[in-house]
């Protein structure tokens, strides 16, 4: 099975600045997809952004950005100029892809403070 | 507007109760799943179906079942409530096949069983 870790279970910002979530993961795979949701609080989980493992630009929206190290199996997210309703529990996750399956990592609940 | 709808957003049971959660999307989605979330533990897969029908067992079964007889629907059944059953239940769908389709999912039902 494949493994997705977050390391940081709790992170606050401060509004306008920038912050970076962790996210690691083990496969043998070499063709993959990650992806990043958000869950607001008491509100829907919805897709952040995603990336290809066989694209190396690493994919970008808006004021999120990821970094993606394929050779040390990372994918971090960056968010910039952090605002108040960036505040969410954020789930980084796996899927193979020859399925159709995901594997979320535990989340990172991040607070940005005004 | 892409829809995921789940039948109840919070409903509170007894032990032994025979429980059902619905799912329904309007998206024409082959796949579609059910997670639970818990604090620390992120979403965990229960059960997932790729088409009317048919159903894979994800990574918590155990005291589970689920049910599919239209494309739209997915119901998830608890058939005897047990405490340890308390969780928040998210149900998400996709569309089938390679190409990273992300999952798309409901808003939640936070379920109690006392």
């Known amino acids: 099975a494949q493994t997705v870790t977050q390391s940081q279970p709790e992170m606050s910002v401060q509004e306008a600045e920038t912050v970076t979530l962790s996210c690691t993961y083990d496969?043998?795979?070499?063709?993959?997809?990650l992806f990043w949701y958000k869950q607001p609080p008491s509100r829907q989980m919805i897709l952040v952004i995603r990336?290809?493992?066989?694209?190396?630009q690493n994919a970008t929206e808006n004021r999120f950005s990821v970094n993606f190290q394929k050779a040390a199996k990372s994918f971090s997210l960056k968010i910039s100029d952090s605002q108040l309703w960036d505040t969410a529990m954020y789930f980084c996750?796996?899927?193979?892809?020859?399925?159709?399956?995901?594997?979320f990592g535990t989340g990172t609940s991040l607070t940005v403070i005004p | 507007d892409v829809k995921v709808t789940q039948s109840s957003r919070y409903l509170v049971k007894r032990t032994g109760e025979k429980v059902f959660l619905e799912c329904v999307q309007d998206?024409?989605?082959?796949?579609m799943f059910w997670y639970r979330q818990d604090p620390g533990l992120g979403l965990r897969l229960i059960y997932f179906?790729?088409?009317?029908?048919?159903?894979e067992k994800g990574d918590i079964p155990e005291g589970y079942s689920v049910s599919r007889e239209k494309k739209e629907r997915f119901s998830l059944i608890l058939e005897s409530a047990s405490t340890n059953q308390t969780s928040m239940y998210l149900c998400?769908?996709?569309?089938?096949?390679?190409?990273?389709?992300?999952?798309?999912f409901g808003p939640g039902t936070r379920l109690t069983v006392l």
């Open positions: 998400a769908s996709s569309a089938l096949g390679q190409g990273g389709h992300e999952q798309f």
């Open positions: 496969t043998s795979e070499n063709n993959y997809y």
């Open positions: 990336q290809e493992a066989y694209k190396q």
């Open positions: 996750a796996f899927m193979r892809n020859t399925g159709n399956q995901f594997y």
């Open positions: 998206m024409d989605h082959e796949n």
């Open positions: 179906s790729y088409d009317v029908k048919m159903k």
